[in-house]
């Protein structure tokens, strides 16, 4: 499950929005949007992952937080 918020933050922190974002990883803005707010079962790719984690210098932990996070919510 994408950790969104983490995510935003780091764009926010080097100044990038979706606009560009989508644009570095080559996506549709469009695209972008359904993969952030996980629309439909969109899910970022490896290799978006990897383009990601390059950009912003991301740790391996970071990657992991903000990717592969799990949800706060228990089932009952």
Same mark, same amino acid.
């Given at each position: 499950? $994408?950790?969104?918020?983490?995510?935003?933050?780091?764009?926010? $922190?080097?100044?990038?929005?979706?606009?560009?974002?989508?644009?570095?990883?080559? %996506?549709?803005?469009?695209?972008?949007?359904?993969?952030?707010?996980?629309?439909?079962?969109?899910?970022?790719?490896?290799?978006? %992952?990897?383009? %990601?984690?390059?950009?912003?210098? $991301?740790?391996?932990?970071?990657?992991?937080? %903000?990717?592969?996070?799990?949800?706060?919510?228990?089932?009952?």
């Amino acid at each position: 499950m $994408l950790n969104k918020n983490k995510l935003e933050s780091v764009m926010k $922190l080097n100044g990038d929005t979706g606009k560009t974002l989508s644009a570095y990883l080559g %996506i549709a803005r469009s695209t972008f949007s359904a993969k952030l707010n996980e629309t439909n079962g969109s899910e970022f790719t490896q290799g978006e %992952i990897s383009a %990601i984690k390059e950009k912003y210098n $991301l740790t391996a932990d970071d990657v992991v937080g %903000i990717f592969f996070a799990k949800s706060v919510f228990k089932r009952h």
